[in-house]
């Protein structure tokens, strides 16, 4: 069969980091020949890069294999990634599937497909994840998106008694500090404005004597790249240095999200985090005087075993009077082989769910708030869709979703607005700049 006539699509669960390993999986694809389409069209190859880290995330994995197959039953299904490394035995007794890829070979599920034909029994990948550094040898092809994500780092030692994820991916390793060089400066090269950096626990970055600060400098010293931007990170990893380059660069986002996932010392304790609540809220407000323009996200869990009601309390009175300006909300979910499964006094389903709406309100009421902070101010926004009213909708730099009413603009145009009026979902900028070569 000829690897030009075929087609591949692909489906993301779970993190930015697994976004990041889809884009270089489809960019294998690319150079093998095949066209990249849309999930959900009829395609030779389907590959669905899993996550496992809730119950619902293994059953929306479950559910996608079987929609594929009921709508293309000789689509040849590849699942890849977290889910695929520790929950084969149940991926495999779904009729249909035919490749199964833990997280080491991840990235090379190209190489394990001669000829998409499907197989009477599904092959399963699970080799041993190392520990050593690592690189991406593949090269980077332009993409119709903005924004692109960067690896720098996968796996994670921190253990916390809730989290299947060093099961699922690893021990911490770091990508090699020059690799991640030649990557970003293709990524600019094809034409991505802004560059994320995203990992596991990107924070702990250590090859050879470069750590994490090291890293941003570097980027930051890529002449073309508009934009730098920090994905998830881990509250006692951040160096304090980095808030002042944030505050001082006009590349580096003012922008953070941080995993808090509780407001209550007793139940961090128990979760195995590796601070207090008042180590947080010391370096939260510390960042909001130091950079103002600064947007704090954070993940709270809700219904941890032994989350009593002041201590449910304690989270919500942390995320409404503090600097952060939402919260991704998670409900405890119970992973074999975690610390957390042989703790006692487990919140009852009903308890979870009353909790979680709670947080959602009060995240939303947050984020508004500090939306209406930045009315009649100027940002800059990173066109990326258009919407259903023909709105061109964007982030600014520091994490506020801008739509903009225009006809003179396009995908991937960096530009100056006015935040004229807040809706329920977004801000609506007026269009600063009226020409596109005037556009940064």
Not at 113 to 138: C, G, H, S, W, Y
Request: net charge positive; charged share 25%.
């Amino acid at each position: 069969m000829n690897p030009s006539k075929l087609k591949a699509s692909f489906y993301t669960l779970g993190c930015r980091l697994n976004q990041a390993e889809t884009a270089l999986i489809g960019n294998t694809f690319r150079q093998k020949g095949y066209e990249l389409v849309e999930f959900g069209q009829a395609a030779d190859v389907c590959v669905i890069n899993s996550c496992t880290v809730t119950e619902q995330a293994d059953a929306k994995c479950r559910q996608l294999v079987r929609q594929v197959l009921r709508k293309n039953p000789e689509t040849f299904v590849a699942v890849v990634g977290c889910y695929a490394q520790i929950g084969a035995g149940a991926l495999r007794k779904i009729n249909g599937v035919d490749l199964i890829v833990g997280t080491q070979d991840k990235l090379r599920v190209i190489d394990f497909i001669d000829d998409p034909v499907k197989l009477p029994e599904p092959q399963i990948i699970r080799n041993k994840m190392t520990k050593v550094p690592f690189t991406i040898a593949m090269e980077t092809m332009a993409a119709p998106t903005t924004r692109a994500n960067l690896k720098i780092q996968d796996g994670c030692d921190f253990m916390c008694s809730f989290c299947v994820i060093p099961f699922a991916r690893g021990r911490a390793r770091s990508r090699a500090f020059w690799d991640i060089q030649r990557e970003a400066l293709q990524l600019v090269e094809a034409g991505h404005k802004e560059i994320v950096l995203t990992g596991v626990n990107i924070g702990t970055y250590q090859f050879e004597d470069k750590t994490f600060l090291d890293v941003v400098k570097m980027l930051l010293a890529i002449p073309e790249l508009k934009r730098l931007r920090i994905s998830s990170i881990e509250p006692t990893t951040i160096p304090k240095k980095l808030i002042d380059l944030m505050a001082d660069s006009e590349v580096l986002c003012p922008h953070l999200h941080i995993p808090v996932q509780s407001g209550d010392d007793g139940v961090l304790a128990a979760m195995k985090r590796l601070y207090t609540t008042a180590e947080f809220l010391q370096f939260i407000e510390h960042a909001a005087k130091r950079a103002p323009e600064i947007l704090i996200g954070t993940d709270i869990m809700v219904g941890f075993p032994g989350e009593s009601d002041a201590a449910f309390q304690a989270s919500c009175d942390l995320l409404q009077n503090s600097p952060l300006a939402y919260a991704h909300v998670f409900t405890f979910s119970e992973r074999g082989g975690t610390a957390a499964t042989r703790l006692k006094d487990k919140v009852s389903p009903k308890s979870k769910k009353a909790r979680s709406a709670i947080l959602h309100r009060l995240s939303e009421e947050k984020k508004h708030d500090f939306y209406r902070r930045f009315l009649g101010h100027q940002l800059r926004v990173l066109t990326e869709e258009q919407n259903e009213r023909g709105q061109w909708v964007g982030f600014s730099d520091n994490y506020i979703k801008v739509a903009i009413p225009s006809e003179k603009l396009s995908a991937n145009f960096l530009v100056s607005v006015r935040l004229a009026s807040i809706t329920e979902e977004t801000g609506i900028g007026e269009l600063l700049v009226s020409d596109k070569s005037e556009v940064r």
